[in-house]
């Protein structure tokens, strides 16, 4: 299947900083990204949804401003949270889908980011 | 998207087959169903996908009943490393905007 990789793999940071989460598609074409967020011993639930080219949308509750997402390419899109606090800690997971799979729907996931604000 | 329910957890002995149930009663006739399972600490991997007829591939096959109103993930000779949360999902393919809903899934343990 297709490749998505994600870094770092693990980050900590102190309260305050901004951190930045990348997502990238290895052998397709990523049309669209979605990232995700998971805190422990609960499913993931979806953050935003971004195309390529275009601004990210966002779920409701997610504050657009603190996680900024960045889709400039068809093989990168970037997650970057500000000011980054304590409550921010969470393991981030992209996604992507590719014109390859788009009939088909088949998702690939990064294998996670795991962020510790102190 | 339609609804699954699954149940919370399930064991299953090493070596034997684990049948993972999935109901999902509501499922439209454009909706495939898809299988992720997660491993501790690691992004959710793709497992298998159908829409009607039963599937198989090298990780495991996928019975749907003829209603499509429920299904089941055959791991055939369960290891140890097939313990994971598994996720049934149900989704419209062609929608590529249309992202996976995840829902508690069932955590498999598989036991020596």
């Known amino acids: 299947g297709a490749v998505v990789s994600q870094h770092p793999s693990w980050v900590i940071c102190k309260s305050g900083t901004s951190v930045k989460i990348e997502c990238r598609s290895l052998d397709f074409q990523a049309t669209t990204m979605f990232w995700y967020r998971q805190f422990p011993k609960q499913s993931l639930m979806l953050m935003a949804t971004s195309n390529e080219g275009s601004k990210a949308t966002y779920e409701q509750g997610v504050e657009k401003d603190k996680f900024l997402i960045n889709h400039a390419s068809l093989t990168l899109s970037t997650l970057t949270v500000t000011s980054a606090h304590p409550e921010d800690s969470s393991f981030y997971i992209c996604?992507?889908?590719?014109?390859?799979?788009?009939?088909?729907?088949?998702?690939?996931f990064g294998e996670g980011s795991r962020l510790t604000v102190l | 998207d339609a609804k699954t329910t699954q149940p919370t957890s399930m064991d299953c002995a090493e070596g034997r087959a684990a049948n993972l149930p999935c109901n999902h009663s509501t499922i439209s006739g454009n909706e495939y169903v898809y299988w992720y399972r997660q491993i501790h600490s690691q992004g959710p991997q793709y497992i298998i996908h159908g829409l009607k007829n039963n599937e198989t591939n090298e990780m495991a096959s996928l019975i749907i009943t003829e209603d499509r109103k429920s299904s089941t993930l055959i791991l055939p000779h369960a290891t140890l490393r097939d313990t994971a949360v598994y996720y049934c999902?149900?989704?419209?393919?062609?929608?590529?905007?249309?992202?996976?809903?995840f829902g508690g899934g069932t955590r498999l343990m598989v036991k020596p």
């Open positions: 999902i149900v989704r419209v393919a062609s929608n590529a905007g249309n992202m996976l809903t």
């Open positions: 996604s992507a889908i590719g014109s390859g799979t788009i009939n088909t729907g088949e998702l690939f």
